[in-house]
């Protein structure tokens, strides 16, 4: 029976080293971090992120505030308030709430907010130099599965690793930190159109799934012994709760917990990780020193 690896407990862990680091800044006359947040719309699931983000923010004493704005806002308007807040001196960290309403270039908003204050890491420049080695902040949610191997003492060097989904948000940057001097894993990027996709995932020591399909990864799929990090957060229909659904992660959990080694549970594995990452990051924008 796999170990589990505790997100939520780790993310309380690196939330109260963070609060000690706020408190002791504000004891020595620096006002506190600050983070800005942009939400255009009213996507329920985007509003729920938001408010968990705002609300941790501000338990270790960042001050955070959500700027909300109608789904029918402009394009310019919108790049106007992140150049605002780009020149705004008072502003550490600035982070718009993905996806945006269709008519505005994601891309085009990303590219305009600063890299010094782009908590988020998401900028290209700040992309760039997660790719040579050289990073200023580290993508939220592939820098907590990192700190949560860290912090359970697993070893990447010299392991497989398999990452079954290759978007910018997670699979990509993830493989990045990956092969990383001192992580020392090689990897494997895998994705919905990845021939043989199960033989490939039997060879990892390290399994990362973050492909968005509820249960995709099987227990066949998985090698005995391997650490399997569940990054999915799926919606499944379940007359049974209150609210009529539940959340699974991409990988089987039942089923694989009886193969793996180590595994993260969903929820409370790597999302609260994602937004414990955030408030690091928003710490180090603040002082980078």
Same mark, same amino acid.
């Given at each position: ?28 006359? &620096?006002?506190?971090?600050?983070? !800005?947040?942009?939400? $255009? +719309?009213?996507?329920? =699931? #985007?509003?729920?992120?938001?408010? *968990? ?106 392991? &497989?690793?398999?990452?079954?989904? !290759?978007?910018?948000? $997670? +699979?990509?940057?993830? =493989? #990045?930190?990956?092969?990383?001097? *001192? ?107």
């Amino acid at each position: 029976m796999a170990k589990l690896i505790d997100g939520k407990t780790v993310a309380t862990l690196v939330r109260t080293e963070i609060k000690e680091q706020v408190a002791l800044l504000k004891e020595k006359g &620096h006002r506190p971090p600050c983070l !800005r947040v942009i939400l $255009v +719309g009213e996507d329920p =699931a #985007s509003a729920t992120y938001v408010r *968990g983000k705002q609300k941790a923010a501000k338990e270790v004493g960042i001050d955070a505030e959500t700027l909300f704005h109608d789904a029918n806002m402009s394009e310019l308007a919108l790049l106007n308030l992140v150049n605002d807040l780009n020149e705004d001196t008072t502003v550490d960290g600035i982070l718009v709430q993905l996806p945006l309403p269709s008519h505005i270039d994601e891309s085009k908003i990303i590219d305009t907010i600063s890299p010094l204050k782009d908590v988020d890491c998401f900028h290209p420049a700040n992309v760039g130099r997660l790719l040579i080695g050289e990073p200023k902040f580290l993508p939220c949610t592939p820098a907590g599965i990192m700190e949560m191997l860290r912090r359970y003492e697993i070893d990447t060097r010299g392991m &497989h690793a398999v990452v079954v989904g !290759r978007s910018n948000i $997670v +699979g990509k940057p993830m =493989a #990045s930190l990956l092969v990383q001097k *001192g992580v020392d894993a090689t990897v494997t990027v895998c994705h919905s159109r990845t021939r043989n996709l199960p033989e490939i995932t039997n060879s990892a020591d390290l399994l990362v799934s973050a492909i968005g399909r509820a249960a995709f990864v099987t227990a066949d799929m998985v090698k005995p012994g391997a650490i399997v990090i569940d990054v999915g957060i799926n919606r499944v229909d379940d007359a049974s709760r209150t609210r009529g659904y539940r959340l699974v992660g991409d990988v089987d959990f039942d089923a694989v917990s009886e193969i793996a080694g180590w595994i993260t549970p969903v929820p409370g594995g790597v999302g609260p990780m994602t937004i414990a990452m955030l408030l690091k990051n928003t710490l180090t924008a603040a002082h980078p020193g």
